[in-house]
């Protein structure tokens, strides 16, 4: 359903226009935190603050997903407002071409034209995510860690780019593919790169992270933007002011204007920053979003520690890949649900995609730790299908498990640790790069998430019971960019039982010209992170990585 409305509305329109160093700064729109038609809404869950998750600039208005309110509002240049309210719940991302919707969720991929929905891809892998919807030479389309799909051909006068990727190697390594040819540029302690969009000149808009702390974690944001031939010619600073949390921040105009969907406390504001060619290379935001906050340090707080019930006398041990397991089984595990098992009483509330019949993954219980057999149990018993009521903790009447339970049924530990006790089990380590599957990423009094794997551009594939999301209060999968877990601290279970690692064993050397190339087979069925290549030179007499 659409509602066009000719109001007045509080927002204002292009009300900043800086020209800094090198790039020129204007605020295209801003919309106040609200309940209002033309505000939107941003809410606190366990674990993460979160508003809207994506936006899209067009010709005559801004579209906003205005997530928590399940709508997508456009706002148009003579200061009307369209509205579409969204009945799918699991939305992160959409683009808007003329009368068709393309919709994106964590592995999916729709398309809606006249009021019907068809499925463009899915991604049969729970762990793997698409990264968002983009364009690239006129082309819609959605990369995830193995690959790209097309989702179709736009009508846009864009020249053609050639296709662009980006990697990053430890420790100060930025490595971009542009076609055919690699570079690397140097980025000190870095942590997560995206790629994010190109000019009609060829010039590039690439998103790279530098680790300020390890323990806890704080991050420089960057935008770098690069020649066809790796060169940079300008570096924007983003500002340490992340209200909530956002799927989408990024996206780049058809004239290479960089738009940003910045979250701050009074709003959402858009800004488009255009390059300016001189002999400046470096650019800061204006100072009105100098202030530093960050949506994990307004996350509502963890519950009290689980009830004694269930506790065993000691931790016990756990493999990596019994503990990755045992997560796997939270995320894909399907249950028959009865109308006993949904429902509201004064301390409990089910989660709202709970439905009688078929469910899969198991529900976000505010203060829960059951394990998969005992919440199955449980459910045969009649008990209450998880419990998304924060106000107290119900013992005894409904089953589940919060982050903290989760990660303690994961690790195989004695009792229930909260985010605060954790450290009662675990270890804190000294960087985010020893990070190892089974890990986990913890703040203390909010939220922990069990670390799965690294992908090749410095993030975080984690496994978690999280109320944020969508639709939230349940186990999932998510991929996470290094600044979206600041001030979380990298740990380790005590009793983790480390896989070992393969020895390789060399099969050949082929010396070059200008490289060398090796060959070597090595029993690859465990956990373990990949190889270290050394190398040493007769005038050196230390071995150094390749």
């Known amino acids: 359903m659409k509602n066009v409305l000719k109001t007045l509305l509080i927002i204002t329109l292009c009300t900043l226009s800086l020209a800094l160093a090198g790039m020129q700064v204007s605020e295209l729109l801003f919309v106040p935190w609200g309940e209002a038609s033309n505000e939107v809404r941003h809410e606190s869950y366990p674990g993460l603050q979160t508003g809207p998750l994506s936006f899209q600039v067009q010709k005559d208005g801004i579209t906003i997903f205005d997530t928590e309110n399940k709508e997508l509002k456009t706002f148009y240049d003579n200061r009307s407002i369209e509205s579409e309210k969204l009945t799918d719940t699991h939305i992160i991302d959409f683009y808007k071409d003329h009368d068709v919707l393309y919709l994106l969720h964590p592995q999916n991929i729709y398309v809606k034209k006249n009021n019907t929905i068809k499925l463009i891809s899915h991604l049969d892998d729970p762990k793997d995510m698409f990264s968002g919807l983009t364009i690239q030479n006129g082309n819609l389309q959605a990369s995830h860690r193995n690959g790209k799909v097309q989702c179709a051909t736009l009508s846009l006068n864009k020249e053609q780019t050639p296709e662009i990727s980006v990697t990053r190697t430890l420790p100060s390594s930025l490595n971009v593919m542009i076609g055919s040819s690699f570079y690397t540029i140097n980025v000190p302690e870095i942590g997560s790169v995206d790629y994010i969009g190109s000019t009609p000149e060829n010039d590039h808009y690439i998103y790279a992270e530098t680790i300020t702390s390890h323990v806890p974690l704080a991050v420089q944001r960057n935008i770098l933007l690069i020649n066809n031939e790796g060169k940079i010619l300008n570096t924007l600073h983003l500002p340490n002011q992340q209200f909530t949390y956002i799927f989408k921040e990024f996206s780049v105009g058809e004239q290479g204007e960089l738009y940003h969907m910045l979250s701050s406390k009074d709003g959402i504001h858009i800004l488009e920053w255009r390059f300016v060619k001189n002999d400046e290379t470096e650019n800061d935001y204006p100072e009105q979003f100098s202030e530093i906050y960050h949506f994990n340090q307004f996350a509502e707080a963890e519950p009290v520690q689980g009830s004694p019930i269930f506790a065993k006398k000691t931790d016990a041990a756990v493999t990596r890949s019994e503990a990755l397991a045992i997560g796997n089984e939270y995320v894909t595990h399907t249950w028959t649900a009865t109308a006993a098992n949904i429902g509201t009483?004064?301390?409990?509330?089910?989660?709202?995609?709970?439905?009688?019949?078929?469910?899969?993954?198991?529900?976000?219980?505010?203060?829960?730790?059951?394990?998969?057999?005992?919440?199955?149990?449980?459910?045969?018993?009649?008990?209450?299908?998880?419990?998304?009521?924060t106000s107290s903790v119900d013992w005894g009447h409904s089953v589940g498990a919060d982050c903290s339970g989760f990660v303690s049924v994961c690790w195989k530990a004695s009792h229930k640790y909260g985010t605060s006790t954790i450290s009662g089990c675990s270890s804190q380590l000294s960087s985010y790069n020893d990070l190892l599957?089974?890990?986990?990423?913890?703040?203390?009094?909010?939220?922990?998430?069990?670390?799965?794997?690294?992908?090749?551009?410095?993030?975080?594939?984690?496994?978690?019971e999280t109320a944020s999301g969508t639709p939230g209060w349940a186990a999932r999968y998510y991929t996470w960019r290094l600044s979206d877990i600041t001030a979380y601290v990298p740990i380790r279970y005590n009793n983790i039982l480390n896989s070992s690692a393969p020895r390789p064993t060399l099969l050949s050397v082929e010396s070059k010209s200008d490289s060398v190339s090796l060959k070597w087979t090595a029993d690859e069925s465990g956990v373990f992170t990949g190889y270290r290549v050394y190398r040493k030179t007769k005038a050196q007499s230390n071995y150094g990585v390749v």
Not at 366 to 389: E, H, K, P, R
Not at 440 to 458: C, F, P, Y
């Open 345 to 389: 009483t004064s301390t409990i509330t089910t989660p709202q995609w709970v439905v009688v019949g078929q469910n899969t993954r198991i529900p976000y219980k505010w203060g829960g730790w059951s394990t998969v057999a005992q919440f199955d149990a449980g459910i045969a018993d009649g008990l209450y299908a998880g419990d998304v009521n």
């Open 437 to 464: 599957p089974a890990d986990a990423t913890n703040k203390a009094g909010s939220h922990i998430r069990m670390v799965v794997e690294w992908t090749a551009d410095g993030k975080l594939v984690q496994v978690e």
